[in-house]
């Protein structure tokens, strides 16, 4: 499994643009980088998937350069419902592949 | 649709008693997954299910067993509870044939071992 790297947390304001950057430099060819958000006292929920360059959603953006080896996920002009733990996942799509989430990053969002 | 389901919500054991958790899904996903939460730390992952009649180790296997029931149901055992274990216990699931990497996740089981 391709190890990730991300920012423990970080800080923001209501309105501004987010961006949290994952590092995978051992990500395989049939791996795809997804992105789960995790607010408290829930389970985490998927919000994005990307294989290469951009991808959009009403959620958020994903952002893969051309080598994979990082990631970053925008959320566009943040509010404080916001407010969560984001874990980016790399590994194969299809089968049941052991997972690793990883310790997330933590986004405070202030008013 | 209820998605994945699981009980109980709380529990609270003492030191050396057993417990199962319950965990069942009605999207007729083929791949389950158990997770533990410590408080303030990222999830990890103790047992998996790729599919009916297989299990596997994840990251934290120790101290807790696993059975794939059927197709729908997944449950975790404690055998000997630990003040250690006391965490917050999620299960997930998965279709094998999905074009996203997305597991679903139940409400999670929040356990204390005293």
């Known amino acids: 499994l391709a190890k990730t790297t991300q920012p423990i947390s970080m800080d923001s304001y209501e309105g501004q643009e987010v961006n949290i950057t994952c590092s995978h430099n051992n990500i395989a060819t049939n791996d795809y980088i997804t992105w789960y958000q995790q607010f408290p006292s829930q389970g985490p929920r998927f919000i994005i998937q990307g294989y290469k360059t951009k991808v959009t959603n009403e959620v958020a953006s994903l952002f893969i350069p051309a080598d994979r080896k990082s990631s970053t996920l925008s959320l566009p002009r943040v509010s404080l419902s916001d407010t969560a733990v984001y874990y980016c996942l790399v590994g194969e799509v299809a089968g049941g592949f052991k997972t690793i989430f990883g310790a997330g990053t933590r986004l405070f969002v202030k008013a | 649709n209820a998605g994945v389901t699981q009980t109980p919500k709380f529990q609270v054991l003492k030191t050396g008693q057993s417990m199962t958790l319950q965990c069942a899904q009605d999207m007729n996903h083929n791949s389950m997954y158990w997770y533990r939460q410590d408080p303030g730390m990222g999830l990890r992952l103790i047992y998996y299910s790729a599919s009916e009649g297989t299990t596997d180790k994840g990251e934290v296997p120790n101290g807790y067993n696993v059975s794939r029931l059927n197709k729908r149901e997944f449950s975790l055992r404690l055998e000997s509870a630990a003040p250690s274990q006391t965490s917050v216990y999620f299960c997930?699931?998965?279709?094998?044939?999905?074009?996203?990497?997305?597991?679903?996740f139940g409400p999670g089981t929040r356990l204390t071992v005293l």
């Open positions: 997930a699931s998965k279709s094998q044939g999905a074009t996203y990497n997305e597991q679903f």
